[in-house]
T-cell receptor, first 109, second 113 residues
Framework: QQPVQSPQAVILREGEDAVINCSSSKALYSVHWYRQKHGEAPVFLMILLKGGEQKGHEKISASFNEKKQQSSLYLTASQLSYSGTYFCGTVSNDYKLSFGAGTTVTVRA | NAGVTQTPKFRVLKTGQSMTLLCAQD?????MYWYRQDPGMGLRLIHY???????AKGEVPDGYNVSRLKKQNFLLGLESAAPSQTSVYFCASSSTRTGYEQYFGPGTRLTVT
């Protein structure tokens, strides 16, 4: 079953912050975050493992609440290059990566 | 080091025709995957392979077959294409199943008329 992402879309001005949420109905082993620019392949941002620490990538960080089966991606001081569609992927006990429908982020100057 | 490559990049098929998509990786990864991406649906797993000679069904396997005869190649076949299979297809590979990133190929845009 696909995880649920929110919001579906967000528009930011350069320098603003945003949070993207990902939740699952299943107990999770790990959460992956990817970013996809228009017409390109998804690119890995980070992975959060059960029992692991919060991860970071440039000014993009994420957290994983195992008890609530939720993860959040934090875009801090957004840059134009942050525009794209962000996907969370969740792995539960079937060891398959299921992706959410994506959150489209548009950063404007 | 090319990473993950896919052939072809674009293809138009008529309903009922067959075709094979080729995925190749040069990272010596054990695991390979085929996804389809449709607007508003994210990426959905079609089939995957945990090693040479092994394949398994993913979330949406109907209408597709796969083969992994060589470790570096993963083929996706459509025996009788249908308009519902119009999509962008991505291949990916990873060194382990859950704990490491998946590397994606550039995608194949398939249109079935």
């Amino acid at each position: 079953q696909q995880p649920v992402q929110s919001p579906q879309a967000v528009i930011l001005r350069e320098g603003e912050d945003a949070v993207i949420n990902c939740s699952s109905s299943k107990a999770l082993y790990s959460v992956h975050w990817y970013r996809q620019k228009h017409g390109e392949a998804p690119v890995f941002l980070m992975i959060l493992l059960k029992g692991g620490e919060q991860k970071g990538h440039e000014k993009i960080s994420a957290s994983f609440n195992e008890k609530k089966q939720q993860s959040s991606l934090y875009l801090t001081a957004s840059q134009l290059s942050y525009s794209g569609t962000y996907f969370c992927g969740t792995v539960s006990n079937d060891y398959k990566l299921s992706f959410g429908a994506g959150t489209t982020v548009t950063v404007r100057a | 080091n090319a990473g993950v490559t896919q052939t072809p990049k674009f293809r138009v098929l008529k309903t009922g025709q067959s075709m094979t998509l080729l995925c190749a990786q040069d990272m010596n990864h054990e695991y390979m995957y085929w996804y389809r991406q449709d607007p508003g649906m994210g990426l959905r797993l079609i089939h995957y392979s945990v090693g040479e000679g092994t394949t398994a069904k993913g979330e949406v396997p109907d209408g597709y077959n796969v083969s992994r005869l060589k470790k570096q190649n993963f083929l996706l076949g459509l025996e009788s294409a249908a308009p519902s299979q119009t999509s962008v297809y991505f291949c990916a590979s990873s060194s382990t199943r859950t704990g490491y990133e998946q590397y994606f190929g550039p995608g194949t845009r398939l249109t079935v008329t």
